[in-house]
């Protein structure tokens, strides 16, 4: 496998960045149990962030499910999605398996999963950034191929830490708190 590390080097001095993915509990039937497939189309967002930046969704949807205004119009669509996961008395459960990255990794991630899951079953509005510019100029271009292929990578890597650690559901009133 190419040394993805060596490709995205950066002059960022901090690496503060991560990818996640809001997991829809609802889509899997055992979550002490859970098949990969299982967890797969459980997947309902895949998303690049610093801070709180997954809980602060949470909160956005959680704000809009009460009527209230939220900061990006644009957001919507997948704020009501989480909201129709409360809805079933189920929470949302937060998976970000690599953090202390720079920001053009983490957009390389992102949009390498994306690119791997398809971008019809998840609730990004976009298929992420364009890999190819995120690169260092004189880096070769990564094939398609290899682009999916991190991002099956990092789902199944994804997949052993949900497995492995407690799966925390997030419910709208914890989103508020």
Not at 17 to 23: A, G, K, P, R, S
Not at 73 to 88: M, N, P, Q, S, V
Not at 133 to 157: F, Q, S
Request: charge should be positive; aromatic fraction near 10%; include cysteine.
């Amino acid at each position: 496998m190419l040394n993805f590390r060596k490709h995205l080097i950066k002059s960022e001095n901090v690496k503060k960045n991560f990818y996640y993915f809001l997991i829809d509990p609802t889509k899997i039937k055992n979550l002490d149990n859970s098949t990969f497939e299982e967890f797969r189309e459980a997947i309902d967002y895949v998303g690049k962030g610093s801070g709180n930046r997954a809980l602060a969704q949470l909160k956005n949807a959680a704000l809009l499910k009460q009527g209230k205004e939220i900061p990006n119009k644009k957001d919507a669509e997948k704020l009501k999605r989480i909201g129709k996961i409360w809805e079933k008395g189920s929470g949302v459960i937060i998976v970000h398996p690599f953090s202390y990255m720079s920001e053009n990794e983490s957009f390389f991630r992102e949009s390498s999963i994306i690119a791997a899951l398809g971008i019809d079953c998840l609730a990004n509005e976009r298929n992420g950034h364009n890999n190819h510019k995120l690169l260092p100029p004189g880096t070769r271009r990564w094939a398609d191929h290899e682009i999916i292929l991190l991002g099956v990578y990092c789902v199944y890597n994804a997949y052993l830490l949900f497995c492995r650690d407690r799966r925390q559901q997030i419910y709208e009133g914890d989103a508020l708190k």
